[in-house]
Nanobody, 125 residues
């Protein structure tokens, strides 16, 4: 099966930036599949926060709109999540999911599509 791998998490202060990266096992190309970044918050809620559709269009959740940007580097076959102006409420485990359909729910995405192991982001005030 396809394996996705997130990296780039860490601990930062509010207002700082981080860039997360999602790579895949050999033979899987993000250019032809939609990819989403998901966040499991401290309260356990897990949902999509940014998505890059297979046609290249992007969408963002209200909580990150204007601060986060999802992008694809085709040469590196890597999907990035640039996170700026980080807030304590951005703290959580970030996952990338990719496949035929980008479900809003982490549960469905994990069970029905390709999913990574997650990377922790902690934002201190």
């Amino acid at each position: 099966g396809v394996r996705l791998m997130e990296s780039g998490g860490g601990s930062v202060q509010a207002g700082e930036s981080l860039t997360l990266a999602c790579t895949s096992s050999a033979g899987y190309f993000f250019a032809t599949h939609g990819t989403g970044w998901y966040r499991r918050a401290s309260n356990g809620e897990c949902r999509i926060i940014a998505r890059r559709n297979s046609d290249g269009t992007t969408e963002y959740g209200d909580s990150v709109k204007g601060r986060f940007a999802i992008s694809l580097d085709r040469a590196k076959n890597t999907v990035y999540l640039q996170m700026n102006s980080l807030k304590p409420e951005d703290t959580g485990t970030y996952y990338c999911g990719s496949g035929g359909e980008l479900y809003t729910s982490c549960k469905f995405m994990r069970e029905l599509n390709n999913w990574g192991q997650g990377t922790q982001v902690t934002v201190s005030s």
